[in-house]
């Protein structure tokens, strides 16, 4: 039946819009253009792409889409920094419509997809980083592509194309990509569950396979950084060991390192990290605990009281609305790629540190907020319906 498009179908869309383009005009008069410590490396790595026809380091590779788009555009413009940040701010406006799409699907409900896109575009800290030439801005968009491709996925060959193509992009923009494969993974078992009760011997082995090959990638990956650096140095925040006296320097931000047994000299950067948990277990548990904390509620010490309270207020209540749209939509196959992605996330801190800007919650943030626009339209329907009823 030909679906006759309604007056909502097009406001919407053009609200975001414009949602969109006036707070990234304000972000860029506020911020301007910002040359960071790590968006300077890229840069140079960029440089010695475009000079040398290689990269620089082996471990490049897992950032070589950045790079590659830096080296692109360096190619062609005098300066890369103002074209990439334009690219990324478009990508980004392209990712908020595939958010929009996929929620409204999702939940059957356009107000669910408008919700998620609000949601989206009002988180300042992360939305903040598509003016900055480092790889959250394309890891975030990219995570908001393949949400839009789960949901529409249906099994045909084009989305298990376009599905694999994501993946490869998130594997090489950032090493958290990782984790983007393993939820695709894991929303694959829950899809294809009903094969388990007609093929159990196929299903069963190809499961143990894929765990073993996923297990296998994601220690060969982590095993090109030793995590055991910053564990050692007791550090909660990265490097925050090397601050202490400054204004960024807080004593909560460092775990007491004076009974800290050090790190065993093993080839193994994997092997390393897991004999340490065992000899420091009370203290790798406490700082997994404090990383995890300042993870999911984004406060630091370092910020004002005010600040603080605004991003408690905010976290509260995207996590409402998330756990609603969660309970919703808990059965479809995409809530568990959103689940996975979120508890290997959180892992992922727990071993290593959480960061000082809460840019480590972007693999995140795209699953969350689809799910807490489709719970913020449930609640606003129900508002609604009890407003309507109080005026009957």
């Given at each position: 039946?030909l679906r006759i498009?309604?007056?909502?179908d097009?406001?919407l869309?053009?609200?975001?819009?414009?949602?969109w383009?006036?707070?990234?005009?304000?972000?860029?008069?506020?911020?301007?253009v910002r040359?960071l410590?790590?968006?300077?490396?890229?840069?140079?790595?960029?440089d010695f792409?475009?000079?040398q026809?290689h990269?620089?380091?082996?471990?490049?590779?897992?950032?070589?889409?950045?790079i590659?788009?830096?080296?692109?555009?360096g190619?062609?413009?005098?300066s890369?920094?103002?074209?990439v940040?334009?690219?990324q701010?478009?990508?980004?406006?392209?990712?908020?419509?595939a958010l929009y799409?996929a929620?409204?699907?999702?939940?059957?409900d356009r107000?669910?997809?408008?919700?998620t896109?609000?949601i989206?575009l009002?988180w300042?800290?992360?939305l903040q980083?598509n003016?900055?030439t480092?790889?959250?801005s394309l890891?975030c968009?990219?995570g908001?592509f393949?949400l839009?491709?789960l949901?529409?996925f249906?099994?045909?060959?084009?989305w298990?194309?376009?599905?694999?193509?994501?993946?490869?992009?998130?594997?090489f923009t950032?090493p958290t990509?990782?984790l983007?494969l393993?939820?695709v993974?894991?929303?694959?078992?829950?899809y294809?569950?009903?094969?388990?009760?007609?093929s159990?011997?196929?299903?069963?082995?190809?499961?143990?396979?894929?765990?073993?090959?996923g297990?296998?990638?994601?220690?060969?990956v982590?095993d090109q950084?030793?995590?055991?650096?910053?564990l050692?140095?007791?550090?909660?925040i990265?490097y925050?060991d090397?601050l202490?006296?400054?204004?960024l320097?807080?004593?909560?931000?460092?775990?007491?390192t004076?009974?800290i047994?050090?790190?065993?000299?093993?080839?193994?950067?994997?092997?390393?990290?897991l004999?340490?948990?065992?000899?420091?277990p009370?203290?790798?548990?406490k700082?997994?605990?404090?990383k995890?904390?300042?993870?999911?509620?984004?406060?630091?010490?370092?910020?004002?009281?005010?600040?603080n309270?605004f991003l408690?207020?905010?976290m509260?209540?995207?996590?409402?609305?998330?756990?609603?749209?969660?309970?919703?939509v808990r059965?479809n196959?995409?809530?568990?790629?959103?689940?996975?992605v979120i508890l290997?996330?959180?892992i992922?801190i727990?071993i290593?540190t959480?960061?000082?800007d809460?840019?480590?919650?972007v693999?995140m943030?795209?699953g969350?907020v689809?799910l807490?626009g489709g719970?913020?339209?449930?609640?606003?329907?129900k508002w609604?319906?009890r407003?309507s009823?109080?005026?009957?």
């Amino acid at each position: 039946m030909l679906r006759i498009a309604t007056r909502r179908d097009f406001v919407l869309p053009i609200v975001l819009a414009v949602l969109w383009l006036g707070i990234h005009t304000v972000l860029f008069l506020h911020y301007g253009v910002r040359n960071l410590l790590d968006a300077h490396r890229y840069a140079l790595k960029a440089d010695f792409l475009l000079a040398q026809g290689h990269l620089e380091e082996a471990s490049d590779l897992f950032y070589v889409v950045h790079i590659g788009l830096l080296a692109l555009f360096g190619r062609f413009f005098h300066s890369a920094t103002l074209p990439v940040i334009v690219f990324q701010c478009i990508l980004s406006g392209f990712a908020t419509a595939a958010l929009y799409k996929a929620s409204s699907k999702l939940f059957d409900d356009r107000m669910a997809g408008f919700f998620t896109a609000v949601i989206f575009l009002l988180w300042i800290d992360h939305l903040q980083w598509n003016l900055v030439t480092l790889t959250e801005s394309l890891a975030c968009s990219t995570g908001c592509f393949v949400l839009y491709v789960l949901v529409y996925f249906d099994g045909k060959a084009k989305w298990f194309f376009t599905l694999a193509l994501l993946v490869a992009l998130s594997l090489f923009t950032r090493p958290t990509g990782l984790l983007t494969l393993a939820g695709v993974l894991v929303f694959f078992a829950f899809y294809y569950r009903s094969l388990w009760k007609t093929s159990p011997v196929v299903m069963t082995a190809a499961g143990v396979s894929i765990a073993i090959l996923g297990t296998w990638a994601g220690l060969t990956v982590l095993d090109q950084w030793d995590f055991t650096d910053q564990l050692a140095r007791g550090n909660i925040i990265t490097y925050v060991d090397t601050l202490k006296g400054g204004p960024l320097y807080d004593a909560s931000l460092r775990m007491d390192t004076t009974e800290i047994i050090p790190p065993r000299h093993m080839p193994s950067t994997v092997g390393k990290l897991l004999f340490f948990f065992r000899d420091n277990p009370w203290l790798s548990a406490k700082a997994a605990f404090l990383k995890v904390f300042y993870l999911i509620t984004a406060v630091r010490p370092y910020y004002t009281k005010w600040h603080n309270a605004f991003l408690l207020t905010w976290m509260a209540a995207v996590y409402f609305f998330f756990f609603v749209g969660w309970s919703i939509v808990r059965r479809n196959p995409v809530v568990s790629f959103v689940s996975a992605v979120i508890l290997l996330n959180g892992i992922l801190i727990a071993i290593s540190t959480v960061d000082w800007d809460n840019r480590f919650y972007v693999p995140m943030e795209p699953g969350i907020v689809l799910l807490a626009g489709g719970g913020m339209a449930s609640v606003w329907k129900k508002w609604g319906k009890r407003k309507s009823g109080l005026h009957a």
